[in-house]
């Protein structure tokens, strides 16, 4: 079983950072790509970054120039840096990591976090 926990989150003015992490655990013998979501009320949930195990990314065109997705391998962790945030990117953030649980079998699981709430606001 793999667990994924979200942090970071929380209240920041327009214009200001926000830092999420995404730490995983349990059985884990590697992970392959790393993705951030993100879910307004009355919206449906929808794709901001993602980061592959050779480090590549993809952003939304909405956090582009904004938002950088990281990883460290090491910690089994990764990162969203939100920087000038908006009152629009206010969302219950997720990460969704896929997930090699054992060396002899390399099907990958998808994993979700509980997500963790960012608000901007004045």
């Known amino acids: 079983q793999v667990h994924l926990v979200e942090s970071g989150g929380g209240l920041v003015q327009p214009g200001g950072s926000l830092r999420l992490s995404c730490a995983a655990s349990?059985?884990?013998?590697?992970?392959?790509?790393v993705a951030w979501y993100r879910q307004a009320p009355g919206n449906q949930r929808e794709l901001v970054a993602t980061?592959?195990?050779?480090?590549?990314?993809n952003y939304a065109d909405s956090v582009k120039g904004r938002f950088t997705i990281s990883r460290d391998n090491a910690k089994n962790t990764a990162y969203l840096q939100m920087n000038s945030l908006k009152p629009e990117d206010t969302a219950v953030y997720y990460c969704?990591?896929?997930?090699?649980?054992?060396?002899?079998?390399?099907?990958?699981?998808?994993?979700w976090g509980q997500g963790t709430q960012v608000t901007v606001s004045s």
């Open positions: 969704n990591a896929e997930v090699v649980t054992r060396p002899w079998d390399l099907r990958a699981w998808n994993y």
């Open positions: 349990g059985t884990i013998f590697r992970i392959n790509a």
């Open positions: 980061i592959m195990t050779n480090g590549n990314t």
